[in-house]
Each structure stands twice: as C-alpha cells, then as structure tokens.
C-alpha cells in the first residue's frame, strides 16, 4: 500500500444518511460470498466510484470486485492486495491508531484516477483489504477518507461475524460426519465397501482430487494399495511399493504426518506410482493409520482443488478419518480370525463326529453284534451242549466284552480324557498308550520325560494333536511300529508321532474332497497354531526311510500354567 499524503480538493461528500442503514442489510446476505459481493457494490455506490475491489484473507482467501477498472489501477490494486495477502500469511496483524489515517491515496498521473485503500478490520486486526476507483470529478476529501474508513470496518466485522458462523457449521457438519464415520466404521465387517465410501468422504470433505488407504505388508516389507478412490482409482488398486519410498513410506516408516503442496519439488515424491497408472500427483497430505501404538498403514489424499493447497486443519480432518479406519480394519481382522477359529472348530468337530462315528461302527458296534450272536449261539446250546463247550463259548464271549469295554474306553478317553486335569500330559500320554497297546496289531514304543506343566486346555490339545497323529496311523498307515516321543530340548517342547508305514506323498493330501488324513492335517495344523506351536509333517514311500513323522514344537512352560 502507498504512504499516506494529504491532499485537498473542492467537492461535494457524498450523501452519509442511508450509509448505517446499507451496512445493516448487509446481514441479511445468505452467505459470506453475498454478503462480500454486495458491500463492495455498497461501496463503490456510496462513493460514487468507478470501480471498486474487496479482499478478504480468513479463513481463505476470497477477491471481489465492482465496475470497470482500467489496467493501470488493477494492477497497482492487485499488488497492494497480494502484499496484503502475504503480510497475513502465518501471522496477524493489528492497527490500533485511527482507522481513518491507515487510508491511503494514490492518484494515477495518466488518467488523473484516485484510488482509495484501506484495511478491513476486526475490531483492531487486519482481515483483508477494501479499495476504490474515484474518477477525477470526485476528489479525495476527508470526509471520503471517513466514509471509506467507517465503510470498512463495518465490512470487516460483518465478515468476521460470517466467517465464525461459517466455521461453526463447517465444525456441526464435521462433527455430524465424524459420527456418521465413527458409526458405520464400529458396526459394519464390509471392510472393503466401507472404507471405499471412507475414502470418498474424505476426498469430497477437503475438496481432492483422489484418495488411498495403504496397508503395511510387514513379511515383504512393501505398502499395499487396500483401497482407492478418484481417477485411476481401478489403476492404483494392489499397487506396491517398497515400505521405505516415497512420502507414503516415509509417513509409514515414521509416524508423523505430511503435507507437500509441490508434491514434485519434494525429495521424499516418489513417481513409480504416477508412472504405472498415468496418474499425474500435484499435492499430497499423508497420515498414520495406527492401532494400539503400530503402524498398520497410511491414509493419503491427492491434488487438492484449491489453489491454497492442503492445510493442518486438512490434516486434523484425515488424522481422525485415519483413527476411525484403523479401528475398522482391526475390527475386520478380529472377526475374520474369529470367523476362520470358527470355521476350523466346525471342521473339527465335523471331523470328530466322523471318526467317533467310524470307531463304534468299526469296533464297539461289531464287538456288540459278535457278543449278541455268541449268546444266541450259547443259549441254544444250552441244552445239548457238554459243560466244556459251554466254557469255551462263554469265554469266547467274555474276551469279546473286554474288547468291547476297551474300545469305548478308548473312545471316550479320546473324546475327553479325565486323567488330563487330574495328572496332566504325561500321564494323559502314558494311559492312551497302555490302552492302545491292548488292541492295536503294531507295536507302540513310548519314551517321555518325567512331567510338563502345560494347564489343560494346553495339555488337551497336544494330546488331541498326538491321538489324530496316531489314528491316522492305525487307519492308513499299515505300520508295523509307532515310536510316540515327549521331550524337552534347548527350551522347546517336542512331541513326535513316528510310524513305518506306507507313507504318503504330501503334495498330493487334500486333492481329493473329504479326504480323511487331508482334514485331520487341517485340524491338527489349526489346534496348533491355536497353542503357539509349529506342526511338522514328513513322509515318505520310498526305503530307507518310509514312514511317516508328524513332529510338534512349541515353547516348554518354565513353570506350572495356569489357566
């Protein structure tokens, strides 16, 4: 803005009556936009102007303008206003003398033009910048510098009043969103749906050109396009790229926010993606997706509309979009998980179900028929048959019901053996084996370590692990001998089911739908994830080493487990 100078000329004021009256309706305006609108029309009508400009910096920069300014004028108007712009970036600027002395004159020599300029004011801060075009019949007076003045300040505090109500509403409707986001995010597992119409949201709310979710690929160390929304949204989907490239990286390698309005002039810009989609990045804001203090991801939001570029209220907005998103997808994975946990107890107690259906048939209900048979058998011999026939018979019959006795003892200690929570693992093992012994036609070879502190549920599912391992044994592997192994090395427990048999190739178990080894392989995989162990399985069909090795690791209790 130009010195102030005094200068004089005879002319008439303009009429001050309606002036009070002018900047009142000015509040009925609808909007800030109207309301600017109308008070630089009010202006320059009031002044008799030629033309008049109206510059208003917060919270975002907005420019009107009334009548016809020739080119001379513009451009001086245009400088003063971007120094007026640049003097209010960051920072506040506040004028306590008179309002009517910080009106400056500048006249134009070419065309004998007088401009007019002074702040808008809120109270005592500068907001913004209001000027006029006084043709050559209207000089300067002071009493124009006053209506100017008066003008002005009116103006300045009638949008300040607007732009508070307008950031009021923003902030209602924000909140009003946040619920909606909050609220759909908690209660929906349609992950996928979901954060797509997140990832619109956030993108209309702060006015961008497109937006991402990225997920952190911690096994190969790369971010993963999860979802995406804008142009080349199809393009940019499953898109990777290492963790530690570009400004998505960066933010995901250390947690903190970004903001790159020249996104190209900045070290951290990556153009591998824009390369692969034709996406062209202008403007990029960047934040953490965390859950319970770990990084899982990055929200990003690309090429902001307006010419301001992204700001940290932009950020504050995505920083809670990023929050409520974490929490969904942890949501989403938790239920997943549930959901597999599910699955996999379906599939075993299906898998349970069939073998306990298969162990009455094949034994309990066979030794029952034989026992019903033998007594009709000793009931018609009863009146014919020598004392010793009838002995034989019955003893026949006898042996029968002690299989039959074992078998259901064995079924039921598989289905839940007692002995677990009384005497634990070890001894568990030791009586399954005994019992075993009694009826199996393979020899069984048992070596254990004295006792291991597992709880029960921990102890039940080894044993559970080591009873499929051996019933496939029995079932499919022809074996001649199965060696059963409890041990405790370098801190690990290790049991080991080692048969003998025929083997099987590996690669070929589960090709076939409903392959009884190929489920219980799933079943036993999943029970001992379910307890932090690793199961390995080796098999092979070919001498020396046919046979099969089903071998479970896990860390051994340093003490007695509670559960």
């Known amino acids: 803005m130009p010195e102030h100078t005094e200068e004089t000329h005879p002319a008439s004021p303009p009429q001050k009556s309606s002036i009070i009256d002018d900047i009142f309706d000015l509040t009925a305006a609808k909007s800030m936009a109207e309301m600017l609108e109308k008070a630089v029309q009010m202006t320059v009508r009031i002044l008799g102007a030629d033309a008049g400009s109206l510059f208003f910096a917060e919270p975002s920069p907005r420019q009107f303008r009334a009548g016809i300014f020739r080119p001379e004028a513009q451009r001086r108007i245009e400088g003063w206003e971007k120094t007026i712009r640049k003097r209010l970036e960051g920072s506040s600027w506040i004028i306590t003398r008179d309002p009517e002395k910080a009106v400056s004159v500048s006249t134009l020599e070419n065309s004998k033009i007088t401009l007019l300029s002074t702040p808008l004011l809120q109270q005592t801060k500068v907001v913004g910048l209001l000027s006029v075009a006084l043709p050559p ?13 008066k003008i002005a300040g009116g103006v300045g505090q009638i949008a300040a009043l607007f732009a508070e109500i307008e950031l009021g509403n923003h902030r209602v409707h924000q909140l009003s969103v946040f619920y909606d986001v909050g609220q759909a995010l908690v209660t929906t597992f349609d992950i996928n749906k979901l954060l797509l119409d997140t990832m619109e949201l956030a993108a209309n709310l702060i006015d961008a050109g497109a937006s991402s979710i990225m997920l952190v690929d911690e096994e190969k160390k790369e971010l993963v396009f999860r979802v995406s929304h804008g142009a080349r949204a199809e393009m940019v989907r499953q898109q990777r790229i290492p963790i530690d490239e570009g400004i998505a990286g960066w933010v995901a390698s250390n947690g903190r926010p970004v903001i790159a309005n020249d996104a190209r002039t900045d070290d951290r810009f990556s153009h591998r993606v824009d390369v692969r989609t034709g996406f062209l990045t202008q403007s990029i804001a960047a934040v953490p997706l965390k859950v319970k203090g770990k990084i899982i991801g990055v929200l990003e939001l690309l090429n902001k509309y307006s010419g301001q570029g992204f700001t940290q ?12 998103a974490a929490i969904a997808i942890e949501n989403a994975r938790l239920y997943n998980q549930l959901r597999e946990e599910r699955d996999k107890i379906l599939k075993g107690q299906e898998t349970a179900y069939r073998n306990i259906s298969s162990s009455l048939h094949d034994g309990t209900l066979q030794y029952l028929s034989a026992i019903r048979l033998g007594l009709d058998h000793i ?3 009863s009146r014919k048959a020598s ?9 026949a019959l006898r042996n029968l019901v002690n299989q039959a006795t074992r078998n259901a003892r064995s079924l039921l200690f598989e289905f839940h053996p007692p002995i677990l929570e009384t005497r634990g693992l070890v001894s568990a093992c030791r009586y399954y084996i005994e019992q075993l012994r009694q009826y199996s036609a393979c020899e069984i070879h048992l070596s254990t370590v004295d006792d291991i ?20 044994v029995m079932r499919h592997a022809n074996a001649n001998n199965v060696w ?25 178990v589960g090709q076939q739908p409903g392959h009884q080894p190929a489920l219980g392989i799933v079943n036993m995989k999943s029970q001992a994830a379910a307890i932090n162990g690793e199961l ?24 007695p487990v509670e559960e």
């Open 137 to 149: 019949e209207r000089p300067p007076t002071d009493n124009y510098r006053a209506l100017l003045a």
């Open 379 to 381: 009931y018609n011999l």
């Open 484 to 508: 059963v192994s409890l041990a405790v090395e370098n801190g690990q427990f290790i049991a080991t089911v080692r048969d003998d048999g025929q083997g099987f190739k590996l690669e070929q």
């Open 453 to 472: 502190n597992y709880g029960p549920t921990v102890s039940g599912t080894i044993c559970a692990i080591m009873q499929e391992a051996i019933d496939n």
């Open 536 to 559: 390995d399985i080796t098999s092979s069909t070919e001498q020396p080493r046919r046979g099969t090795t089903v071998r479970l690791t896990m860390p051994a209790p340093a003490q």
């Open 387 to 395: 004392p010793e026939v009838m002995q034989n018979q019955i003893a």
């Open 313 to 324: 209220d932009d950020v504050q907005l995505m920083s809670f979009i990023a929050t409520q």
